[in-house]
Nanobody, 126 residues
Framework: QVQLVESGGGLVQAGGSLRLSCVASGRTFRRNPMGWFRQAPGKEREFVGAISWSGASTYSNDSIKGRFTISRDRAKDTVYLQMNNLKPEDTAAYYC???????????????????WGQGTQVTVSS
């Protein structure tokens, strides 16, 4: 059974930091683009960031540029989302996703990701 398992969420004060991790099991995604999305209460899920299979290219939502960094450790089949200078508006459930295609680059479209984690909650207090 293919699984993506996120961890690292929690409650943090504004200005604080968290690092989310996403570990794959059941199959490897070392050759696949990976992405992070988030969904706040009452809102649609939105793109946060993505990383190419090699890690050479990253893509991010304008709202998090300069604050969040996406990276991966292919040997561990793990993707990370380092979140700094967190704001209350970053409060959401964060989801890791894997694109099953072998390609350069990474997509920003939710529909291009075929495997999803269960999500991890990030709450930022003001």
């Amino acid at each position: 059974q293919v699984q993506l398992v996120e961890s690292g969420g929690g409650l943090v004060q504004a200005g604080g930091s968290l690092r989310l991790s996403c570990v794959a099991s059941g199959r490897t995604f070392r050759r696949n683009p990976m992405g992070w999305f988030r969904q706040a209460p009452g809102k649609e899920r939105e793109f946060v960031g993505a990383i190419s299979w090699s890690g050479a290219s990253t893509y991010s939502n304008d709202s998090i540029k300069g604050r969040f960094t996406i990276s991966r450790d292919r040997a561990k089949d793990t993707v990370y989302l380092q979140m700094n200078n967190l704001k209350p508006e970053d409060t959401a459930a964060y989801y890791c996703a894997a694109d099953s295609r072998y390609m350069e680059g990474a997509s920003r479209r939710e529909s291009d990701y075929h495997y999803w984690g269960q999500g991890t909650q990030v709450t930022v207090s003001s």
